[in-house]
């Protein structure tokens, strides 16, 4: 066959081939929509079949751009057939392709390639096209009203003004460009639609690596804008203008960036940002990661990460509204993480990290409202996890819940300035270095609820400065190192409710805040008191449950109006409630148990009702009332009982009344110092060892028969009954009147809960002797038991020397008179000597058999001391050796029942200078404050029969004097035989 049949019948299967793809293919106009749709890869396998063109080599058009009309029609028309007539042109599968091109445009005056009104498929690939001229439509590359292309595997740089200029086209994909040093990598104008941006590098451009908006008429909808590099450009790495809207921002590196990593501005709606890495973006302030501006409304914000940039994360300035920013990785910007300014609204910002951003993880700015915080970790911010400032929710919510908020170097949640009606819900706001939660600064009607705040170095919540009406209720507060919940400096009418407070400093603590209204709380544990309020007025304090704080329960300080109802306040260390100059004020039925003082004590405070309450089991008193008058206990039926000392004590109180208590089962009923018209009637006492010690009564219900019994009770009808018990001293007594007395000046070493100091401690045991201060200053001392202990002894022994003589007579035998005094006297050498038995700890005397000697020592301690010091891990006092006692579970729940584990302090010899008064030859009236006390002393019944005695007054004052010598047995004894003469 010759070889020119063999080219024809090569040819004509070239054009079969050529034929059946035609024929097997998708149709011209949806080709470049399908590819469009695939990934670069697959783009680049399926362009492979255009590779055979009609020629393989390059073509420089230096001076010769390629402009192509492909609607041009008629003689010379530079359309898409005069395009193919060239050699750097041809037509495959419906498809024109313009490859291996190159143009330098410095000799080029506008654009290289330009190509309008086209809506054939083609292709540009391979080509370079740099340095085009500078103008506003000038590109190296421009579609104008042209759709259906592919751009891919081309180099766009160094023009003086666009890379790739798209305007009013749609369907095309640009595709693995190389667009570095233009003006405008990639620009997209006038209603460039359904384009695909995608695996395109775009670096070190004069504005920005792509821009969608601008030109004549703005608006791009509908782009996609993926895997692609915008890194180093002058202004912004990817930018959205001109209402822009729809458009798909997702998977590419956004870095380097001398201002905004990725810009939205003026009415860019509906658009998503997501997967984007955008880091190390600004050189100045206002440079951002992302940055959406002048009401850019419902776009998406989500999983991108968006690191180190200049200024903050995020920031949404002037009315964006309705966007979510969601599970977002944002960390070590500038700024902030996430800053909303100026009327941003209804934006929901949602499962993102925000972390170690040189100011605040989030900050809302001027007035912006209805935004949801929600599900964040916030965390090693410089300032603030969360900071709302200047009208932030002023008319309306901004909801902060579900977030975890820790470790920022400020508070966790902050809000100033006029910062109302949020809701601060369920958050876990912990170990943070200011304060957790922190309003101040007329912050109003907000909810703090639900909230666990925690392990902050400052308050827990903390509401400062004029805030009204704010409602912190359900929260968990606890381990903060200052106050839990804390409200200061003109706070009112805020609620605290339901809230559980523990091991803070002090739980609640309210200073200067009125109409305050605390309720249901559980507060607990804390490191002072559980509720303390200062210069407070016209609060509620209800039905709170506060217990096993280190000191008061409640403490209420120079307030007044204040309203306490169906309070439990327990096992406090120190007193149950304590008011310090606090007036006008009710306690209703409160319940002060088993704390380790008193169970209420007034100080200072006037015109206090306690009502249906009950102080019992409490260390010291039950109701202590100190220069405080025109108070009133009564009905409270709950009893006053099992107090350590007594139910009831007032020291320098006039004018009080209690009336209709129960008082029972404590060592003193009623015990009244110094003080002076006090109306005790009609009250029931029961089982008190002591009925009313040192008292004085003014006022009779006019009735004086006894009620019979001899159970220890004193009827309705019997208004009161006074013991008096005269203590004769000794080196024990006289002692632990000097120690109280010190204690009150606060000079004492000697502690209430844990005793000496170490340094107190290491000089007893080498002096062998317990050490204080007296009210001078002096140096006293406590001796040890070993001195006692001889002394007694010998007592003892010649006791019982005594006993041993007397033996042999037989029973029907009776002592003589010597020998019945003798024995009598003894007796009280004895019972004399028993007193000296002082508790090292209580301070009292040891009664019976109830004594525990340290075998190391020989310091003497009551059962029950020892017992609790043993419990509490504490060693003996003088020597610091263990204390070797047994302790049974029925002793164990006794103690504790009891609550016996603090001192009780001794009462015996408390008014130790009546005593010294009347064995001096002084008279009554030459010392005034104690007239009416030494007249005390004397029972009614007994002042009865004074009265019986004809004596002049002065006689009478000298012969009560005298009475007061002696004891109770012997001056009924006295009076009797004198009335009988």
Request: with cysteine; aromatic share 8%.
């Amino acid at each position: 066959m010759s070889s020119r049949k063999k080219l024809k019948i090569l040819i004509l299967m070239e054009l079969f081939i050529i034929l059946a793809i035609i024929f097997s293919s998708i149709n011209n106009e949806n080709y470049i929509n399908d590819i469009s749709d695939q990934n670069s890869e697959d783009k680049l396998q399926y362009d492979n079949q255009f590779t055979k063109i009609k020629n393989q080599g390059y073509w420089n058009l230096t001076g010769s751009p390629i402009f192509i009309n492909g609607s041009a029609t008629g003689m010379g028309a530079q359309n898409w057939t005069w395009a193919e007539s060239h050699d750097w042109c041809t037509k495959i599968n419906g498809a024109y392709i313009i490859e291996n091109v190159t143009i330098d445009g410095r000799d080029v005056d506008g654009r290289l390639i330009d190509i309008v009104d086209s809506n054939d498929p083609f292709i540009i690939r391979n080509c370079t096209l740099i340095d085009s001229d500078y103008g506003n439509y000038f590109a190296a590359l421009r579609l104008h009203n042209t759709n259906n292309s592919l751009i891919i595997n081309n180099n766009f740089s160094n023009s003086n003004y666009n890379g790739i200029l798209l305007e009013n086209s749609k369907n095309n994909t640009i595709s693995n460009n190389l667009l570095n040093d233009n003006q405008y990598g990639i620009h997209l104008a006038d209603y460039s639609n359904n384009n695909t941006i995608y695996n395109n590098t775009a670096n070190g451009n004069g504005w920005c690596g792509i821009l969608l908006g601008g030109g004549l008429q703005g608006q791009s909808f509908n782009n996609i804008i993926k895997n692609n590099t915008f890194n180093f450009n002058t202004v912004y790495g990817i930018s959205l203008t001109s209402g822009s809207i729809n458009n798909t921002i997702s998977n590419n590196t956004v870095s380097y960036n001398t201002g905004k990593g990725i810009m939205l501005g003026s009415q860019c709606n509906n658009n998503t940002i997501t997967d984007n890495y955008i880091c190390e973006n600004g050189d100045s302030n206002y440079d951002y990661g992302i940055h959406l501006y002048d009401t850019c409304n419902k776009n998406k914000i989500i999983n991108n990460t968006i690191v180190n940039n200049y200024d903050s994360g995020i920031y949404l300035e002037d009315q964006c509204n309705y966007n979510i920013i969601y599970d977002n990785i944002i960390s070590d910007n500038g700024i902030n993480g996430i800053e909303l300014d100026d009327r941003c609204n209804y934006n929901n910002i949602t499962d993102n990290t925000i972390s170690n951003n040189s100011q605040n993880g989030i900050y809302l700015y001027q007035m912006c409202e209805y935004n949801g915080i929600e599900n964040n970790t916030i965390n090693d911010n410089k300032n603030h996890g969360i900071y709302l400032h200047q009208s932030c929710g002023n008319t309306g919510y901004n909801v902060i819940s579900n977030n975890t908020i820790n470790d920022n170097s400020q508070d966790g949640i902050h809000l100033l300035n006029f910062c109302n009606n949020n809701n601060i819900t369920g958050n876990l706001v912990r170990d943070n270095g200011e304060n957790g939660i922190y309003l101040s600064t007329i912050c109003n009607n907000n909810n703090i609820t639900g909230n666990t705040v925690s392990f902050n170095n400052q308050q827990g919540i903390f509401i400062d400065n004029y805030c009204y009406n704010n409602y912190i209720t359900g929260n968990t507060v606890s381990l903060n190192n200052q106050h839990g919940i804390n409200l200061d400096n003109g706070c009112y009418d805020n609620y605290i409710t339901g809230n559980t407070v523990e091991n803070n400093l002090n739980g609640i603590n309210i200073v200067d805040c009125d109409d305050t209204n605390v309720s249901k709380n559980i507060v607990y544990s804390n490191n002072q008191h559980g509720i303390a309020l200062s210069g407070c007025n016209n609060c509620n304090l209800t039905g709170n449950n506060v217990y096993q704080n280190d000191e008061d329960g409640f403490i209420l300080e120079n307030s007044y109006d204040l309203y306490l109802y169906n309070n439990s306040v327990t096992l406090n260390l120190d007193h149950g409630i304590y008011l310090i100059n606090t007036n006008n004020s009710d306690i209703v039925e409160c319940k002060a148990n088993s704390n380790f003082k008193d169970g209420i004590r007034l100080f200072g405070s006037h015109n206090i009702t306690i009502i249906n309450s009950s102080a019992n089991s409490n260390a010291i008193y039950g109701i202590a009332l100190l220069e405080s008058h025109f108070n009133k206990m009564e009905n409270n039926t709950e009893t006053i009982s099992l107090n350590g000392v007594s139910g009831i004590y007032l020291e320098g109180s006039h004018n009080n009344t209690i009336t209709r208590n129960n008082i029972n089962n404590n060592p003193i009923g009623i015990q009244l110092v110094n003080s002076f018209n006090n109306t005790i009637s009609p009250n029931t006492f029961i089982g008190n060892g002591i009925n009313i010690l040192y008292g004085v009564i003014v006022i009779d219900d006019g009735s004086s028969s006894d009620g019979g019994g001899g159970d220890g009770s004193v009827k309705d009808e019997f208004p009161i009954i006074i013991i008096i018990i005269i203590v004769i001293g000794s080196v024990g007594s006289v002692a632990s009147l000097a120690v109280r007395s010190s204690m009150k000046k606060g000079k004492v070493s000697y502690s209430g809960k844990k005793g000496l100091s170490k340094e107190q401690k290491a000089k007893a045991k080498k002096k062998g002797m317990l050490n204080f201060e007296n009210e001078t200053g002096e140096l006293e001392t406590i001796k040890s038991a070993k001195e006692i202990q001889k002394k007694t002894k010998s007592i003892t022994d010649e006791f019982q020397k005594k006993m041993d003589q007397l033996e042999p007579k037989s029973k029907s035998q009776e002592l003589t008179e010597a020998e019945k005094a003798e024995l009598a006297k003894t007796e009280a050498e004895m019972e004399v000597d028993k007193q000296k038995f002082i508790c090292v700890v209580h301070r009292g005397p040891i009664h019976g058999s109830n004594i525990y000697l340290c075998k190391h020592c020989e310091t003497f301690y009551c059962e029950r001391c020892a017992k609790v010091l043993k419990m509490k891990g504490e060693k003996c006092w003088n020597c610091e050796n263990e204390i070797d006692i047994e302790i049974t579970e029925r002793d164990r729940n006794t103690l504790l029942e009891k609550k016996a584990v603090d001192l009780i302090e001794d009462i015996i010899n408390e008014k130790q200078f009546v005593r010294d008064f009347v064995e001096s030859n002084k008279d009554i009236e030459e010392i005034p404050q104690i007239k009416d006390y030494l007249f005390s002393l004397i029972t009614l019944e007994e002042l009865v029969k004074i009265d019986l005695i004809e004596l002049s007054p002065e006689d009478k004052k000298r012969f009560i004097k005298e009475l007061i010598l002696l004891d109770y047995n012997e001056r009924e004894n006295y009076l009797d035989e004198i009335l009988k003469e």
